[in-house]
């Protein structure tokens, strides 16, 4: 089911097109209502869709990949005009207890719910006016990854998934890997050197956390794999060379264990030179750095390769 509020004011895009947005409210399994915006570059017929998923955090619908004292950029809103330019129609929401959809975050927020959310809209785009249902494609940024192939492992009408810079590993083998990393670049805030000291960490910081938030334990023991062996549409693996929140080698295991199924539309690029945001070098004075030119473009190529019914 779609609750639709009021139309919003189109923005200009060429002299012969405008940006087509249409607000929807989502109700969810868990009694929450997910505020999502279905853009298009009009309002008439039926497109080719495209869901997008941030990674871990309160993110709202422009799902940024990378935060900093400066800000943020924006990603999915620039990828979103981009898509709508190519002839797509985009879904963008806001995060539970994020933006103006319901609930609280740390309450309400794990990798299960967020799937379970996208499952909703999903399931409510279907019967959208600018949506053909049976070609819309989730593309998860880092957690929104995972999100998008437990998603898709339960929905075989999806079209195509993007996983961009998505985990193969559990939280707790991430967690382990990151202070690993910090401890090596001598981030003199973290000393944990060995493997017991580690452990010992992970042990606290995870009793720490639990009963303040539902997101942290749960992702400690969550791995993603699983569904993602049971794909079966097609599949971009895009990872950057240079990440050091989710490692390069991550994508080359989650492009293994989809193909070891038998899934054999799997494309895997490791770009040089990125790092987990897929952002530029340099946002300029004063900015922070927009998602990648190159990046945007991997992606429009492929969504353009996906069979068109």
Same mark, same amino acid.
């Given at each position: 089911?779609?609750?639709?509020?009021?139309?919003?004011?189109?923005?200009?895009?060429?002299?012969?097109?405008?940006?087509?947005? *249409?607000?929807?409210?989502?109700?969810?399994?868990?009694?929450?209502?997910?505020?999502?915006?279905?853009?298009?570059?009009?309002?008439?017929?039926?497109?080719?869709?495209?869901?997008?998923? @941030?990674?871990?955090?309160?993110?709202?619908?422009? $799902?940024?990949?990378?935060?900093?004292?400066?800000?943020?950029?924006?990603?999915?809103?620039?990828? @979103?005009?981009?898509?709508?330019?190519?002839?797509?129609?985009?879904?963008?929401?806001?995060?539970?207890?994020?933006?103006?959809?319901?609930?609280?975050? *740390?309450?309400?927020?794990?990798?299960?719910?967020?799937?379970?959310?996208?499952?909703?809209?999903?399931?409510?785009?279907?019967?959208?006016?600018?949506?053909?249902?049976?070609? /819309?494609?989730?593309?998860?940024?880092?957690?929104?990854?995972? /999100?998008? $192939?437990?998603?898709?492992?339960?929905?075989?009408?999806?079209?195509?998934?993007?996983?961009?810079?998505?985990?193969?590993?559990?939280?707790?083998?991430?967690?382990?890997?990151?202070?690993?990393?910090?401890?090596?670049?001598?981030? *003199?805030?973290?000393?944990?050197?060995?493997?017991?000291?580690?452990?010992?960490?992970?042990?606290?910081? !995870?009793?720490?956390?639990?009963?303040?938030?539902?997101?942290?334990?749960?992702?400690?023991?969550?791995?993603?794999?699983?569904?993602?062996?049971?794909?079966?549409?097609?599949?971009?693996?895009?990872?950057?060379? *240079?990440?050091?929140?989710?490692?390069?080698?991550?994508?080359?295991?989650?492009?293994?264990?989809?193909?070891?199924?038998?899934? !054999?539309?799997?494309?895997?690029?490791? /770009?040089?030179?990125?790092?987990?945001?897929?952002?530029?070098?340099?946002?300029?004075?004063?900015?922070?750095?927009?998602? @990648?030119?190159?990046? /945007?473009?991997?992606?429009?190529?492929?969504?353009?390769?996906?069979?068109?019914?």
């Amino acid at each position: 089911m779609i609750l639709v509020v009021p139309l919003l004011l189109g923005l200009a895009l060429t002299p012969r097109d405008s940006l087509h947005s *249409r607000e929807i409210r989502v109700p969810t399994p868990d009694g929450q209502v997910i505020a999502a915006v279905i853009e298009s570059a009009n309002e008439v017929g039926a497109r080719p869709t495209v869901v997008l998923i @941030s990674g871990a955090g309160a993110h709202d619908r422009n $799902g940024y990949t990378l935060v900093t004292a400066r800000g943020h950029n924006d990603a999915f809103r620039t990828l @979103s005009t981009r898509l709508v330019r190519l002839g797509y129609a985009v879904v963008r929401f806001d995060k539970v207890g994020t933006g103006s959809s319901t609930g609280d975050y *740390r309450v309400h927020a794990t990798t299960a719910s967020h799937a379970a959310h996208v499952a909703a809209i999903v399931t409510a785009i279907r019967g959208a006016r600018e949506v053909d249902p049976e070609r /819309i494609t989730l593309i998860g940024h880092s957690e929104g990854g995972a /999100i998008a $192939g437990i998603v898709a492992a339960d929905d075989p009408r999806i079209a195509g998934v993007g996983l961009l810079a998505a985990p193969a590993w559990t939280g707790r083998r991430i967690m382990r890997y990151q202070l690993r990393y910090a401890a090596a670049r001598r981030n *003199r805030t973290v000393s944990y050197t060995s493997a017991d000291l580690i452990e010992a960490y992970l042990v606290r910081d !995870a009793a720490a956390r639990v009963g303040t938030e539902a997101w942290y334990p749960y992702f400690l023991d969550y791995d993603p794999l699983p569904p993602m062996r049971r794909l079966r549409s097609p599949v971009l693996v895009l990872q950057g060379d *240079r990440d050091e929140v989710v490692t390069a080698e991550q994508a080359v295991e989650i492009a293994e264990a989809i193909t070891a199924n038998g899934n !054999a539309g799997v494309r895997l690029q490791v /770009i040089p030179g990125y790092s987990h945001s897929f952002t530029g070098a340099d946002g300029g004075a004063g900015r922070v750095a927009p998602l @990648s030119e190159e990046i /945007i473009s991997l992606i429009e190529d492929w969504l353009l390769m996906l069979p068109r019914g």
